[in-house]
């Protein structure tokens, strides 16, 4: 129940993609936005909905999708987002016409932020002449690479098609090869190319938000004020920026803090895949036999039920003894916060890279999908911060790859890196900092939005 001076606040309406990578920063975003005094409607669909209890202050909005069981896998999600805004485009244009008839309850609604792939929420928005805002979740370089596929594609380039995209750099793409353009694996190519078209698309939309920050991407920024002519804001980090959580929220379920505790300064790898990308058997044992073999202590997320755990090698908690803790969850910004960390072995989701370079901690990449696959060549090339391995896991590359970033010179100079651009990061969200002052512009530019 919101408190009754809520009512009174301008209202934005922020609608959120169900996959986890996209509601946090959207959630995130919904803080921020409401520490400057505005009030929060969450759209969401009724697959993998938020938590509400979670963000007391803010309105929740169920939308009906007619997908309540959805195989979330990389090979079904283009499907998934055709499904979403086929289905959800009716059932939001009625939940946003019931708000926007109640402004004496909910507060008057003036502009609708949605996330790239709920574009159907820019035409509801269009209808009831209402202002949007595109919400890009992950980063400035990968929507450049995005918006490039579109253009070969156009010139007729079929590169999407390629079973082996090659080595050679994408022209203008500096330090891109084709191989790291996001070529789908997540479903039909022709959808695929359709979608592509949507995403590079501002449509009608008033703006563009990005979770990112100048200090990190600023030629990917620069490059994509060219190519749009509509107002940018970075905003991020945006889980640095959001007001934080009381931290007894979180409860150390698994003891993997006081595991954490008991090791020394730098000494870990923390290993966490995402909450999408699925290891079959073969690879979960080469990671098991890569990490027992590197002899150095672990962190281990496998999001898996327990009986799929009793699938790691036979001999293998023998070996490792108390070096390894495998668990089925951690609070990963609590984890990379600890100084135990010294590098996390990840899946390059934009999240995951943004808290691990917030941390200060380097990485070992090995990208799935999508957005991945450019995380991880910016890591490795333009900001010096990670390891990349190959397609195939493979126990005797993690082992390397491990004692090349905790134990060699190599890791030290990447972990001293990581600690730079950590520092600038901070200064880019304080009071002066460039993304401080993106959002306090930001904020000036939704407030002209309740004059009209």
Known sequence: MEKQHESKRNRLVLVMYPLQGHMNPILDLASVLHSRGF????????????DPASFPDFTFLPISDGISTWDISPSNLVNLAYTINRNCAAPFKGCLSQIIHQEEQHGRVVCVIYDFLMHFAETAANEFNLPSIIFRTSNAAALLAFCTMAELSAQGQDFIARDSPSDDLVPGLFPLRFKDLPISSM??????????????????????????TDCLENFPLTQLRRHYQIPFFHLGPLHRMAPKKPTNLVKDKNNCIKWLEKQARNSVIYVSLGSIATMDEKDLTEMAWGLALSEQPFLWVIRTCESEKKQLPEGFHELVGERGCVVEWAHQIEVLSHPAVGAFFTHCGWNSTLESICEGVPMICKPYFADQTVNARYLTHEWGLGIELGNVIQRTEIEKAVRRILVENEGVEMRQKAISLREQIKKCIKEGGCANNSLNEFVQFLSSFSEL
Do not use: D, M, Y
């Open 39 to 50: 009030s929060i409607t969450v759209a969401h669909t009724t697959l993998n909905p938020p």
């Open 187 to 212: 479903g039909s190519l022709e959808k695929f190319s359709q979608l592509l078209a949507v995403v590079c698309s501002s449509r009608s939309s008033s703006a563009i938000i990005f979770n990112t």
